[in-house]
Structure formats: C-alpha cells, structure tokens
C-alpha cells in the first residue's frame, strides 16, 4: 500500500511537469510570434523614416564650372534642375579653395598624374572626376605660383585652368526634400560641370 500510494505521488509530479513544460512552451512560441510582428512593423517604419531626403533637405548646391562657362551658360545649367523652382546663382565666387584644375588625357592619365605629385609642395585635394575622355586634377591653390610645379605642367604639356564657382541658393520651399542623387545625376550630363557638392538644412519636425 505505501508503495502504491508514493507511485501515484511521483506519476502526478510528473504529470504537472510535463504539463508546466507545455505551458511554458506555448508562452514562448506566442512571445516570438508577438516580437515578429512588432519587429515587423518597427522595421517598415524605420525603413521609411531612414530616407535621406525626408531627413535631410537641400538648402544649396555649389556647383563647379569649366573656365570657359558664361554666367548665361551657367544659369541655363541650373534651370535644367530647377524645374521652374526659384533659386539665386552666385556666379564665379572667391570663397571656395582648389579653384584650379588641370585636365588630363585619361589614357595618359595615370603617368602624368605621378609627374604632378612630384612638385615639391604638391598637396592632395579632391577626388579626380572623369569627364568624358578626360580627368579632371583639382589642383591646390598655391601651387600655381610654384615655378617647379610651372615646369611640370609645361613638359608634361598640360594647361592650367580656373574653374567658375557657383553657388545655388534655394529661395523656394518646393526645393525641400528634392532627390539629391536625380539632381546630381541630371547636372552631371552637362559637359560644362566638373565639380557638385550640396549644403544640408535639418528639417523641423514641427
């Protein structure tokens, strides 16, 4: 009899064991469902919070020019992006370093870049940017008054040029929020444009 009663005892205990593993099981398969679906939603939100554009707007463009650029040449390039929005152009400004360039062959491009690092206060500026079947070199303001880096530029027969700066000034509430890569892709068509970079204003949540 008390080896009965103890058996029946342990078969119970075993029971609510089994029982509590089942409970615990289903919590947590309907904690992970409940986080996959919440997950799910924070995610479609930060994905659509995280556009830069929406962040960040446009508040101006400077856009750099081949030295032969009028200041009409340089208005009709802006209107191509403007879409009838309305902007100020401030044309050939002195406010921006590097206002000098080179350009180079590209197939002789990499021999006669190393002959301009050779100049003895050569300085590294932007990236070179390929214009059809040439580089444009920004060249560090100072050097131009370099005579070593004067003879390079002769025996390596390259002109040394000056590029119109500009600066595009927003002045219409239609700019915010514009696509900066459709506006950088479209001003990079025209052959006179060497050079885009954009200042930023953070929007106000309200």
Known sequence: MPFSFYSSIENRNQSNKIIAIAIAIVI??????IAVIIGGVNTDTLTNESTADEIISIG?????????????EAIATVDRIANGMEYRLKYNTDDIANSYYVEI?????????D???QAEKWI??????KKGKYVIVSIWDPL????????????????LKKRINCYVVFEDEKWMGQNKE????ELRKNERVIGISFDYVEMNDG
């Open 144 to 159: 131009v008054e370099e005579e070593d880096f004067l003879i390079i530029l002769e025996k390596q027969n390259l002109c």
């Open 115 to 117: 002959k301009l690092r």
């Open 105 to 113: 062959d590209e197939n002789n491009y990499t021999y006669k870049r």
């Open 28 to 33: 947590v398969l309907l904690s992970i469902g």
């Open 124 to 129: 590294e500026t932007s990236t070179d940017t």
């Open 60 to 72: 101006g463009i400077y856009v750099d020019l081949t030295d032969n650029t009028t200041e009409k």
């Open 182 to 185: 459709k506006i950088k892709e």
